[in-house]
């Protein structure tokens, strides 16, 4: 936990936010893959993908390359298209 919010609580909060802001696009990606996380960041929660952390790497036609847990990668495709 963190301030008292659990990480789940404050990943749909950050998606969410990112996604309102134009920070994360709201249409999908043109290619998707997993692997084992490399200690990067998260572009959906802000959050280290450390590497026992599954990761995604999604990638866009004009080449814009993005990483997530598994599990933001997850909350950022069903909210997208909501807000």
């Given at each position: 936990m963190h301030d008292g919010i659990p990480f789940q609580e404050r990943m749909r909060w950050r998606i969410a936010s990112r996604i309102r802001d134009g920070?994360?696009?709201r249409r999908g990606p043109d290619e998707?893959?997993?692997g084992r996380?490399?200690?990067g960041t998260c572009d959906g929660c802000?959050?280290?993908i450390t590497?026992?952390?599954a990761q995604v790497e999604a990638t866009f036609?004009?080449?814009?390359l993005l990483h997530f847990h598994r599990s933001c990668y997850m909350q950022?495709?069903?909210?997208?298209?909501?807000?």
């Open positions: 920070i994360l696009p998707v893959l997993t996380g490399d200690g802000g959050e280290r590497r026992v952390d036609v004009d080449c814009t950022w495709n069903a909210r997208r298209g909501q807000l």
